[in-house]
Each structure stands twice: as C-alpha cells, then as structure tokens.
C-alpha cells in the first residue's frame, strides 16, 4: 500500500484481556518498528524487526508483550493480560534502509479499562 | 547507551519567524543518524528532515534546515518563517548504525501565533 496501516485505530479492552494489534508496512521496506506513546509523552522503543534476522525485543516492558512478523511483512503486536497502564497509542514504523526516514502508521489507541 | 534531550519542553514563536528548537545526543557511535518528526495534534508523525554523522553539509529540506554541530552532539532544527499550521510536536530521534533502532527525544511543543 501508499502508507503504513495500522488496525484497529481504536481498541476498549477490560483488564486482563488479550488484545492483538496489526501493522502492514509499506511494501518493499525490510525494517518494523513498533512504538509506544503515552499521553503527552515521547516514544517509547518496543520492538524491531530486520528482514530475516531475529528481532530486537530490548523495548518490550514485559513478558505479556510480544510480537511476531509473518513473511517479512504484516506484524502483529500482543498484550497479554492488559492492565490500565497498558493503556496508550501503539505506533508502528517501517523503513526502506539506515538513511530512510521512518513512515509511520496512524497508530492503535489501546484504552484499558 | 544513546540518548536524545530536549530540553524545550515548549515554545512560542510569532508567524513568519524563524525559531530554532534544540537537541543534543549521546553516543559512542561513529556513524549515526539524526532525524527530526512533526507531530500535530491529529497524532500523525511526520518525517522532516535526516543529518547523516558523516554528512559535511547541514541538511535543508525547503524550510526546515539541520543546524549539525558535530563536536558538541547538537543538531538543532531550525524553521524558518513560521506559519501558524507548524505548530505542533516536534522529535528529535537517532539511529546508531550498530543497532539500527531509532530512539526519541521527549518532545518540544511548537506554538505559533499571528
């Protein structure tokens, strides 16, 4: 596609559900990247994957979270057991190489209540 | 372990101005890469503009141009006649060659008034 995708836009969960969130990247871009932005505040690294490489997990707050890549294309980004601090805009990235600006999707608003 | 600051956490600028916003980094890295992101308030976050660690030219991108200064780990963005659609969020992020991540700074919220 044109641009980065992100589904759902919007997401209500209860505390203590799994939600699952999809990014597509634009085609043809080898890097993903997955962000987490609170209220007011700057982006927190998640996650990133590089082609066929393993991804880089350094971001991930704990082990409820994980992602996954499937072909080296749509990424799927997990919350186990969402708590209400959980709650945020989930944004994803991709990257055609290192002197690429990143395009990012619209993001994922996650609201735990 | 890179780091970006910004020490700005607002500012004001009148329309037609120039106004330069700072970000100083941390690294061990000798090839990085330093970008600037716009965030207005719809939430979008939108690429401005690149300075490579190894580019000798200060990078411009119509208005918006990268005051790089190697030597002090600065690279401020300057935007030059303010119009009142750049007020908004602005990032300041980098990427270390050897980890390919891209951390970001906290944030400066531009306000420009008529």
């Known amino acids: 596609g044109a641009g980065v995708s992100q589904s759902p836009s919007n997401k209500v969960t209860e505390k203590g559900k799994d939600v699952e969130l999809r990014c597509d990247p634009i085609s043809g871009h080898t890097a993903l990247y997955w962000y987490r932005q609170s209220l007011g505040q700057g982006l927190e690294f998640l996650i990133y994957?590089?082609?066929?490489?393993?991804?880089?997990k350094s971001g991930l707050p704990s082990d409820r979270f994980s992602a996954e890549r499937t072909g080296g294309s749509v990424s799927t980004l997990t919350i186990q057991r969402t708590q209400q601090e959980d709650s945020a805009v989930y944004l994803c990235?991709?990257?055609?190489?290192?002197?690429?600006?990143?395009?990012f999707g619209s993001g994922t608003r996650l609201t735990v209540v | 372990a890179q780091k970006i600051t910004q020490t700005q956490p607002g500012m004001f600028v009148q329309e037609k101005e120039a106004v330069t916003l700072d970000c100083t980094y941390d690294?061990?890295?000798?090839?990085?890469?330093l970008f600037w992101y716009k965030q207005p308030s719809s939430g979008e976050m939108i690429f401005l503009i690149y300075?490579?660690?190894?580019?000798?030219q200060n990078a411009t991108e119509g208005r918006y141009s990268l005051n790089f200064q190697k030597a002090r780990k600065s690279a401020n963005l300057v935007i030059s006649a303010s119009q009142l659609g750049d007020s908004a969020m602005y990032f300041c992020?980098?990427?270390?060659?050897?980890?390919?991540?891209?951390?970001f700074g906290t944030g400066t919220r531009l306000q420009v008034f008529p």
């Open positions: 990235a991709s990257s055609r190489g290192p002197d690429y600006g990143f395009t």
């Open positions: 992020a980098m990427r270390e060659a050897n980890t390919d991540k891209l951390i």
């Open positions: 300075q490579g660690s190894y580019d000798e």
């Open positions: 690294t061990s890295d000798q090839s990085y890469g």
């Open positions: 994957f590089q082609g066929n490489s393993a991804p880089d």
